[in-house]
């Protein structure tokens, strides 16, 4: 059975040209939609993400240093411990001295040693005051943690609920997008894709609404309108530099307005115009 070979983009008329393009801005739409549907709910997920990574971060940090404060404690006391040793020493050598240099040496050795036992309790009540205010910090912490953490696995869900339910009608779209993108000649396309880009709503193609444009309101004149309906080229507004199509190639139903028939005119007012 022979196969119909696709027909070259390029060979396309205008009118083929701009069906195509209004369909493939249709899918494109309904992809939107689905993206709106889900809202802020992805930046919200990826915000409470990053938070909680550098609040773990944050508690990490907070934990080595307390451990690096108890560290020092234990240092102080070990240093306290062998300065007063060493000033039970001095007072016993001073039993001994056998003069005033000797005597003096002494006192001075053991008057530097309790500056030092001095300091280092000092620095000890200094590193417990820390430990306490770490550790309360590192409370707080890890209870903001559990409640992004908590806040983020209901997100996720609401997220994965929606994602579950639109999931196959986008990938649907999204193939039948891509099949079409391949009957749209490159440059058109490429043009096409930038003046969504550049659009509020992401609209690219628009047909003429009420003798104006679809996608910026303004008025368009009767002579661009004819041309829109002639579809013998590519027209873009010239406000909003969308491309333009006319209603019934976008399968919309124009009410045209009903004329009003003249009124007839009565006997009298006949003979007072004659008259």
């Given at each position: ?52 990574e550098g ?11 307390i ?23 001095y ?30 309790q ?28 908590t ?9 994965d ?56 309101f ?58």
């Amino acid at each position: 059975m022979a196969t119909t070979k696709a027909k070259d983009p390029a060979e396309l008329t205008v009118e083929e040209k701009l069906k195509n393009l209004y369909q493939l801005q249709t899918m494109l739409s309904e992809i939107d939609k689905i993206k709106t549907l889900r809202g802020e709910l992805p930046l919200e997920v990826q915000d409470l993400e990053d938070e909680i990574e550098g609040l773990t971060t944050r508690i990490e940090k907070i934990q080595s240093e307390i451990v690096e404060l108890k560290r020092e404690i234990a240092d102080r006391r070990s240093a306290i411990e062998t300065a007063t040793q060493s000033i039970a020493k001095y007072k016993e050598q001073m039993d001994n001295v056998r003069n005033n240099r000797e005597y003096d040496s002494l006192n001075k050795e053991i008057e530097f040693q309790e500056l030092d036992v001095e300091l280092n309790q000092k620095k000890i009540r200094e590193a417990d005051e820390a430990i306490h205010r770490k550790t309360e910090e590192l409370a707080e912490s890890t209870e903001a943690v559990t409640e992004r953490r908590t806040d983020l696995d209901i997100k996720k869900s609401e997220l994965d609920e929606i994602i579950s339910e639109t999931k196959a009608e986008e990938e649907k779209l999204r193939e039948r997008s891509k099949n079409l993108e391949v009957t749209i000649e490159p440059r058109l396309l490429a043009a096409f894709k930038r003046i969504r880009r550049n659009s509020r709503n992401g609209l690219g193609v628009v047909y003429v609404q009420r003798d104006a444009c679809g996608g910026c309101f303004n008025k368009i004149p009767p002579q661009r309108q004819l041309d829109i309906r002639m579809r013998k080229k590519i027209i873009v507004c010239e406000y909003c530099g969308r491309i333009m199509i006319d209603p019934e190639l976008a399968g919309v139903q124009v009410n045209k307005p009903v004329e009003e028939k003249p009124k007839r005119k009565s006997s009298r007012a006949k003979r007072a115009a004659e008259e």
